[in-house]
């Protein structure tokens, strides 16, 4: 019996289409994954993000592949950088982040992959709200240090697995999202970071992020 057909690593720039806009990303997929974590960046942040990409590289170490792009235009971000406006515009985003889930899924080198979803800050809410648009074939959620609060009625919606990451020593958003917790309605964990602040800046909490964030994603995202 032939055994079966290993997939290809995939290590390229992409455009991803998102309405009448193409934002730029950047698309890694190691050899054999059955999964592919979409990333939700947080305010003020980007693609090229040193915490961003350091979480990404762990979760591809995991065997999960990993889609960075921007949520928003150059020169929208050029106005968020003034008006802190676009950052928190949850419904735009979680639109966007929807369309490129819809782009994952019919790209052909990652339509066959089980996609979840990865938010920070803002992007946390838009990933949830994403997912209680999409349903079922968003197959985990995770949020690091993120606003789920801000998506407000779709919490009580999403179905797919969660995971609520926070500093220990973030107390606003800790308190957020203990309360967006009690709303989630699907398979969830809320993890803690002792000694965490806002941004996981400590030595060893990001660490500890991209751990927890890498368990869940290939538990939920790598089915035997």
Request: with cysteine.
């Amino acid at each position: 019996m032939s055994r079966p057909k290993t997939e290809p690593a995939v290590d390229r720039d992409v455009r991803v289409a998102v309405g009448d806009i193409q934002l730029e990303g950047e698309l890694k997929v190691p050899a054999g994954a059955k999964g592919i974590a979409l990333f939700a960046h947080g305010s003020g942040s980007s693609r090229h993000s040193p915490r961003n990409q350091f979480v990404a590289r762990v979760i591809r170490d995991a065997g999960v592949g990993t889609l960075l792009f921007d949520l928003l235009t150059r020169e929208e971000e050029a106005v968020d950088v003034m008006t802190r406006h676009l950052r928190f515009d949850i419904d735009l985003l979680a639109r966007r982040l929807t369309d490129a889930a819809r782009w994952i899924a019919a790209e052909p080198d990652t339509r066959r992959l089980w996609v979840g979803l990865f938010g920070s800050s803002t992007g946390g809410a838009a990933a949830l709200v994403a997912a209680a648009e999409l349903g079922k074939p968003i197959g985990a959620v995770v949020s690091r240090g993120g606003r789920p609060d801000l998506a407000g009625p779709a919490l009580a919606r999403v179905v797919s697995p969660t995971l609520l990451i926070v500093g220990g020593r973030d107390d606003v958003v800790l308190k957020l999202n203990e309360q967006a917790y009690e709303r989630l309605r699907c398979e969830k964990e809320l993890k803690v970071v002792p000694g965490a602040t806002h941004l996981f800046e400590e030595p060893g909490t990001l660490e500890e992020v991209a751990r927890l964030a890498a368990e869940w994603l290939k538990r939920h995202l790598q089915p035997m």
